[in-house]
């Protein structure tokens, strides 16, 4: 019995370990790591939006996603290629803004275009 109490209380311990380890990460992470994979995401898969849903923007990403599959049909590509190029522009600007001006624009200020 006291060894289950003593395993249950271990667990307990490591189980708070991890918590306060996670919330200490995630409190970490900054704005230069959504920067940097948005940026990305938005040079290679900008024609998709996937840039906008890693920054929170879930109704401009369907825009684009939108835009880019339906009009992409309609002209025969050129409305993809389009938000390709937009996409492109986006991860660019978004890569060579500063941390904190990326942070405070596009995650505080909440700012979905350009």
């Given amino acids: 019995m006291s060894d289950e ?5 271990d667990l307990k311990e490591t189980a708070s370990e991890f918590a306060s380890g996670a919330k200490e990460t995630f409190a970490k992470t900054s704005g230069e790591n959504k920067k940097i994979l948005a940026g990305v995401l938005a040079i290679f898969l900008g024609a998709l939006g996937v840039h906008k849903f890693i920054l929170g923007y879930t109704k401009e990403g369907i825009i684009i996603l939108v835009i880019t599959l339906i009009l ?4 025969c590509g050129i409305a993809g290629w389009v ?28 700012k979905p275009w350009f």
């Fill in 5 to 9: 109490k003593n395993l249950n209380d």
């Fill in 72 to 75: 992409g049909i309609l002209t």
């Fill in 83 to 110: 938000m390709g190029i937009l996409g492109l522009i986006e991860g660019i600007i978004y890569l060579t803004k500063s941390d904190e001006e990326f942070y405070n624009t596009y995650q505080i200020g909440n």
